[in-house]
């Protein structure tokens, strides 16, 4: 039997879970979702549902994965053998093999988009030369699916190697030179003219524009952002030595998390305001306006393309933490070889890829069909990344606060005597807020 591997350090784990929480979900995602959800109010309801929510949610995924030391589906069977919960971890599964599909061909954008930078593309030309070579991108059937594929491969490389040599000592160099980018970017972004207007769209709230759907697609960015839901969390901390002290790790993950989204923010609204774009134009916006910063800027063919391979490796660390979940699943419950496990998850997921990377304009689904114009990347990106999240979420909490209990919880939590200063607003969170709020503002879509 093969061993189930282990964290070399503390901070190979916290990097390991931020490489996952940070990818395309805090620079692409992000920052698409606040344009379309009316700027400032969305951010302050994400801030607050990371806070509220997100937090909460992450210590008890932790918590049940280290107590258990299991895969999602384990976890709820070791924790209540003969019952139903370990459905939840099946929801897990195969959420994040239908996240794995989408959120691939998004990642392909950043490869196609690290060449077309190099190979001169966006030099000198403006916006609606950008808009174009997006829209023709995307509807190049072939393309796609190359691109697609190759990144699929690419993560089953990684995780077909394992736990500690793969995700490890990937993340240890490219999150700060991440950052660094980011930071470069934001100050060049805030000095450009017109940057006010953008700064005033991302940070002064409209509190007229609040809706249910606002609230919603807030909820679930936070979730999807910090990897939460699927068992991600649950998988990687079930890794993770009795010695490490779970509170900390949780909010550095989500603090490192939420600063990178924050710090996109400060890069595009700005940009997109002072080229006088419209912040509403759903998944392609990052790909709309960050080419024409690098058209602009001296030596923006390197420094673009250095940024579109650090945005691929990003989401490369994100795709690995979702392939390690329906993986770790097949080798500890159906015995599977971590090599034939990665490959069967990853072809998978290549297949349930291919009508997201055909919905660019190449093909139509169902378009025959009244009603039926299907766009599933953003359709899977809706399921899959928010509705599937949210609930599976939710049944964490329920099943942490009811039926593990907070008090098994709380001392898988403070084991080796970590303390945990604000445990009891933890379980009134995890009992009370986290399955009433999520509950509310998912019945609420319906109305
Ligand atoms: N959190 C990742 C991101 O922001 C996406 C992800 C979601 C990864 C769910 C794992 C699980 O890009």
Redesign the pocket.
Known sequence: MESRGNWGSRVGFILAAAG???????I???PYLTGKNGGALFVLIYVGCVLVLGLPVMLAELALGRATGKNPVGAFRAIRPGTKWHYTGYLGVV??VM?LSF?SVVAGWTLGYCYKTLSGSFRLVGKSEVAVIFSRFIASPWLQLLLLALFIFLTIFIVSKGVSAGLEKFSMVLMPALFLILILLMIYSLTLPGAERGLAFYLKPDFTEINGRVFLEAMGQA????????G?MLTYGSYLSKKEKLVSSAAWVAFL?TSVALLAGFIIFPALFSQNMAPDQGPGLVFAILPVIFGKIPGGVIFGAFFFILLAL??LT??I??LE?PVAFLIDEKKWPRRRASWLIGGLSLLFGIPSALSGGGVKFFSRLPLFHVDFLSLWDKVW?NIA?SIGSLLIAFFVAYVWKTAKALEEITAGGARFRLARLWVISIKYICPLLILVVLISQFF
């Open positions: 996952s929480a940070i990818g395309l979900g805090n692409w995602r992000f959420a994040a996240i959120y979730f999807f952002s910090l990897s939460l839901g699927m991600t998390d990003a989401a994100s795709t933490s979702l979940v990344g999240l």
